[in-house]
């Protein structure tokens, strides 16, 4: 095979995987509170267009069955003394990553709604609150912390 075929065939074949595509959408219907998701990826030349109509589709039905396209949800954690430092972990026991200060809020990570199980203590000045640990939510999450007297 002469070699400008080759090239040629290599410069097709990565035009042919080049590019990606990944979307996910939340939906809800404010009638019922149901929720379902959109999520289409593909990956290529082909991969990627097909995804995006694929999801397009998707929410296209969704919004015909009275479905709602809803953005992130939110994180907010406050503290009875501001500036406190806000700790995160698995469990009461493993509260090592520092998230921010209060008054904190974080969108999503991943532009979702739905949070995983885990645990909140918020320290300041040798004081800590006691840990409270929230179950798997979907929606907006919203956690108090107060300092003991």
């Not at 002469?2 to 809800?28: D, E, H, P, Q």
């Not at 959109?38 to 030349?45: E, V």
Request: hydrophobic residues 35%; proline residues 6%; aromatic residues 8%.
């Amino acid at each position: 095979m002469n070699k400008t075929i080759r090239v040629s065939l290599m410069l097709g074949a990565m035009l042919a995987l080049a590019g990606c595509a990944s979307k996910n959408t939340s939906y809800v219907n404010k009638a019922t509170g149901e929720t379902r998701y959109c999520t289409a990826s593909g990956i290529g030349f082909v991969g990627a267009p097909m995804a995006l109509h694929m999801h397009d589709v998707c929410a296209q039905n969704m919004q015909a069955a009275g479905f709602e396209a809803v953005g992130p949800s939110k994180l907010t954690i406050s503290t009875d003394e501001p500036e406190a430092e806000i700790y995160a972990g698995p469990n009461e026991y493993s509260l090592n990553t520092r998230i921010g200060t209060s008054p904190f809020e974080l969108v999503h990570p991943q532009n979702g709604r739905l949070w995983t199980y885990e645990c909140y203590q918020a320290r300041k000045a040798g004081k800590n609150t006691k840990p409270v640990c929230v179950p798997p939510t979907e929606g907006d999450r919203s956690v108090s912390l107060t300092f003991a007297d």
